[in-house]
C-alpha cells in the first residue's frame, strides 16, 4: 500500500474541489475500492450486501456511495485496474495472506463470542478483492459509463504514465508510492469529506533537492513495498546520504550496507510496466435504470442502502448541467 514514511518528503496541500472541475482523475482502483470496501463491511449490516446464493457485494455499495462526490464536483474519474503482480511483491503478498488468516481466526473466535465490535472490526480487516468483486465493480462503472482502463501490471503506475503524458489531469490513490513512480500532481482524500489533498512531484523534488532517481534511492533505503528498508534509517537519513553520496550505490559503500535487488527495484519505479494500448470516452453517459436494476435486483443490494446514492448522482447531472450528461 505504499510506503507511509514518504508523507515526511511529499509536499502536500489541502485544495478546494472548485480548483478541481472540469478536471479528469486516473484512479487507482484497486486502492479505492479496497477502502470502501472495507468500510462498507465495517460499518453495514452484511445481509444489506449478501445474495442469497451467499455472494457478498460490498463493493457494489461503496461504489454508489463514493462515485459522487466526483460527479458533483465536475470530476471525470478514469477507473485504472491492477493486471498482473510484480514478482518482487510476492512476499508482500504472502505476508498480507499470512496476516489476514490470523484476522479471520480472531474472527471466528470473536463470532463465538458474540463480540460483534470485535467481529466488525475484523470482517472488515479482512476482506479481498475477489473475482466476484472485481467484475461486478466493472460491471456497474460500465452501466454508469465510468472509464476504466486495465493496466498491464501496476493500476498505480499505469495512472502516473497516464498523467505524465498529459491525457488525464491527476493521479487518485491514498498510496504515496505514487510519488516515486513520478506522477506529477496526486489527490488523496478525493471523496471522503473535507478538501483533497494534493501531492506535488516537482515541488518534493524541489524541497529537498533531489532528483527523481536519488528520491527512488532514499525511499528503497526507508523501504518500500518490494523491500524492507535499511535498519536505523528514516526519511531523514536517507534522503542525507543520498545527497552526500550521490545515489543509492554510493550509500551502500560509505555505509557497508546493502538492499537485495535494488537495482531492480529501482527500475520498478522509474520505468513500469505500462501501456498505451487503451481508449476511454470522458463524455460520460449513465443509464441510471440499469445501474439500479444491476445493483439492487440482480445483485440484491437493499435499494434503501444505495438510493441516496443513486439520487447524487442524477442530481449532479442537473446541478452541472454538462452536454455529457443525459
Known amino acids: 500500500m505504499g510506503n507511509a514514511d514518504l508523507r515526511d518528503l511529499a509536499v502536500l496541500e489541502a485544495v478546494p474541489f472548485d480548483d478541481l472541475s472540469g478536471s479528469v482523475v486516473a484512479v487507482d482502483a484497486h486502492n479505492w475500492l ?32 463514493g462515485l459522487p462526490k466526483f460527479f458533483e464536483h465536475d470530476i471525470t474519474p478514469v ?35 458474540g463480540d460483534e465490535l470485535a467481529v466488525a472490526r475484523l470482517e472488515s480487516q479482512t476482506q479481498r478483492l475477489t473475482d466476484i468483486i472485481l467484475r461486478t465493480t466493472r ?19 499505469q495512472a502516473t504514465h497516464m498523467a505524465r503524458e498529459g491525457v488525464v489531469d491527476y493521479v487518485g490513490t491514498e498510496d504515496y508510492d505514487a510519488l516515486l513512480l513520478g506522477a506529477p500532481l496526486t489527490l488523496r482524500q478525493l471523496t471522503s469529506k473535507g478538501k483533497p489533498e494534493l501531492m506535488d512531484f516537482q515541488a518534493t523534488l524541489d524541497e529537498h533537492d533531489l532528483t527523481w532517481e536519488q528520491l527512488v534511492d532514499a525511499a ?36 557497508d550496507v546493502f538492499v537485495d535487488n535494488a537495482d531492480r ?15 476511454y470516452n470522458p463524455e460520460i453517459e449513465p443509464d441510471m ?25 442524477e442530481r449532479s447531472v442537473v446541478q452541472t448541467g454538462l452536454d455529457r450528461w443525459t
Open 220 to 255: 528503497i533505503l526507508m523501504g518500500t513495498d518490494f523491500n524492507e528498508g535499511v535498519s536505523g534509517i528514516g526519511p531523514k537519513t536517507a534522503v542525507t546520504a543520498v545527497r552526500e553520496h550521490g545515489d543509492i550505490w554510493g550509500v551502500f559503500e560509505a555505509r
Open 34 to 65: 479496497y477502502r470502501y470496501l472495507t468500510t462498507t463491511v465495517r460499518w453495514t449490516n452484511e445481509d444489506i450486501y449478501t445474495t442469497t446464493d451467499g455472494d457478498e457485494v460490498a463493493n457494489l455499495v461503496g461504489v454508489v456511495q
Open 139 to 157: 460491471e456497474v462503472l460500465a452501466l454508469l459509463d465510468v472509464p476504466v482502463v486495465e493496466a498491464p501490471a501496476e493500476g498505480e503506475a
Open 265 to 279: 527495484i529501482r527500475d520498478l519505479f522509474l520505468n513500469p510496466a505500462v501501456t498505451d494500448d487503451y481508449d
Open 79 to 113: 477507473f485504472v485496474f491492477d493486471g498482473s503482480v510484480v514478482s518482487l511483491k510476492d512476499d508482500e503478498v504472502a505476508e498480507r495472506r499470512a496476516g489476514r488468516e490470523k484476522r479471520e481466526e480472531k474472527l471466528e473466535t470473536a463470532r463465538e463470542e
Open 289 to 313: 435504470e440499469a445501474a439500479r436494476a444491476y445493483v439492487c435486483a440482480e445483485w440484491e443490494v437493499d435499494p434503501d442502502e444505495v438510493e441516496r446514492g443513486f439520487e447524487r448522482i
